[in-house]
């Protein structure tokens, strides 16, 4: 039993208990077996959070934020922009 099955099945709600059930059962994901055997070596980079291991340069930085001033704040649409740029210059 796992330490949330733990937890949960002391929850008094029987969804809870029931979902517990399921979880504790269902299979691990290929992604998390790999992150646990990539931890087993210490000599390895570790791109999956995509945190580097050094401090963002300030030029990035500056520009983050003036792209979050000029309204830059959504995702990007998954055209990309060129999209939206390509028929104002195709005139």
Not at 72 to 82: D, K, L, M, V
Request: charged share 20%; proline share 5%; glycine share 6%.
């Amino acid at each position: 039993m796992n330490c949330i099955s733990k937890v949960v099945k002391n929850y008094p709600v029987d969804g809870i208990r029931h979902m517990s059930e399921v979880a504790e059962n269902y299979q691990r994901s290929g992604i998390r077996v790999m992150f646990d055997l990539a931890a087993q070596y210490h000599d390895l980079i570790n791109f999956g959070v995509g945190e580097p291991n050094f401090e963002t340069p300030n030029h990035i930085k500056e520009s983050a934020k003036k792209a979050i001033d000029n309204g830059f704040t959504h995702y990007e649409p998954n055209a990309g922009w060129h999209s939206r740029i390509a028929p104002s210059n195709s005139a």
